[in-house]
């Protein structure tokens, strides 16, 4: 499976065998390929934009990932306690004990955060700047780009014509997001569109209404 490259961390439990597999993966800044066992069982958890995972914070498992230990009865080990493994109609409240016990934080990013206005306004750019990226393990400008072109991915797979994505999204011309669709996604306009090779491409999420947002 090609695997588009992601801003946020993703909880990926692999069920293959009887046996279970847990891992944080990190954010992604590249295009990676991801294999895919024909007898293996797949529930991911995608955390939001800025959410750490404790004692894994984002910046420490960028283009990698952290494999969680399982207890023999099936339970997973974060934070030096065991917890039932989710399963997709519960992964939310899941989500919610973790936060509960202070396992999940979020932080209160602002992608367009500036020194002006802002509550500690003293600070500099380079200061928010260098602050995202200890949080988040990228650069804004890395999570714009990333975020933009899957929602790119996103419109061409619904049927956009290449056109319609430039004006939307703000690309210079078809180049330009030629370009960005090889770097972050693998796949070319022509192979995301309906009927093209996009079945071994990893699921691309509909971020929000505004890249990088």
């Given at each position: ?159 956009n014509d290449w056109p319609t994505v430039v004006d939307a999204l703000g690309y210079f011309d078809q180049a330009h997001l030629a370009h960005a669709l090889r770097r972050y996604v693998g796949r070319t306009a022509r192979g995301l569109r309906p009927g093209g090779d996009h079945a071994t491409v990893s699921f691309l999420y509909k971020i929000s209404a505004r890249p990088g947002s």
């Amino acid at each position: 499976m090609t695997s588009a490259a992601r801003t946020c961390c993703q909880l990926i439990l692999t069920r293959m065998r009887g046996r279970l597999l847990v891992s944080l993966r990190g954010p992604e800044t590249r295009t990676t390929t991801a294999p895919v066992p024909p007898d293996a069982e797949f529930l991911g958890i995608r955390l939001t934009l800025g959410t750490v995972l404790r004692p894994h914070p984002a910046p420490s498992i960028v283009d990698g990932s952290v494999s969680l230990p399982v207890t023999d009865s099936g339970r997973i080990v974060i934070g030096g306690q065991e917890w039932e493994a989710p399963t997709y109609e519960n992964a939310e409240q899941f989500v919610r004990r973790l936060r509960n016990a202070g396992l999940l934080a979020r932080s209160g990013l602002r992608v367009e955060e500036n020194s002006a206005g802002h509550p500690g306004g003293h600070r500099s750019k380079r200061t928010l700047q260098r602050q995202y990226r200890a949080v988040t393990g990228l650069s804004q400008t890395a999570v714009t780009q990333i975020d933009r072109v899957n929602a790119a991915a996103t419109m061409l797979r619904g049927g956009n014509d290449w056109p319609t994505v430039v004006d939307a999204l703000g690309y210079f011309d078809q180049a330009h997001l030629a370009h960005a669709l090889r770097r972050y996604v693998g796949r070319t306009a022509r192979g995301l569109r309906p009927g093209g090779d996009h079945a071994t491409v990893s699921f691309l999420y509909k971020i929000s209404a505004r890249p990088g947002s």
